[in-house]
């Protein structure tokens, strides 16, 4: 199902995809490259990005990965730390998506990829500096 889907895409999108493979890798019109992953022995597939984004510190690792509890945010995507980068993605299974489906849902990450790209770990900093400081673990901003 997923590989007749992908076809459809590709088809749509107007590029070649080898949809035999157990990784596909794509590049968007401004040159943010994507993942698809679907592992023959697996039931799921895994889209993700790389995230642009510097880490500066070990609470920049924590503050982006803290994203991950902000679900009103993230709705069912995840941040990850994989090959020394950030990565945005989302699992689902294989049987359930369609052709619109898979469309909407890059189009869906493409646009989150854009908001988080947006965050700022400072911001996260403010309140862990405030609890470290006050002792407590509640701060108000």
Request: proline fraction near 2%.
């Amino acid at each position: 199902m997923l590989e007749s889907t992908l076809l459809a895409l590709a088809k749509k999108w107007g590029v070649s995809l080898d949809v035999e493979a157990d990784a596909l890798q794509l590049t968007a019109l401004d040159g943010s490259v994507w993942v698809l992953e679907k592992p023959t022995s697996s039931s799921v597939f895994t889209l993700y990005t790389y995230l642009d984004v510097r880490l500066d510190d070990q609470q920049d690792y924590q503050s982006w990965l803290s994203l991950n509890g902000q679900r009103d945010r993230l709705g069912c995507a995840w941040i990850a730390y994989q090959s020394n980068q950030l990565c945005l993605g989302i699992t689902l299974p294989k049987e359930i998506i369609d052709e619109t489906q898979l469309e909407h849902l890059f189009e869906n990450l493409h646009a989150l990829r854009r908001d988080v790209s947006t965050y700022q770990p400072s911001e996260q900093k403010v309140v862990s500096d405030l609890n470290t400081h006050t002792h407590s673990s509640i701060a108000f901003v």
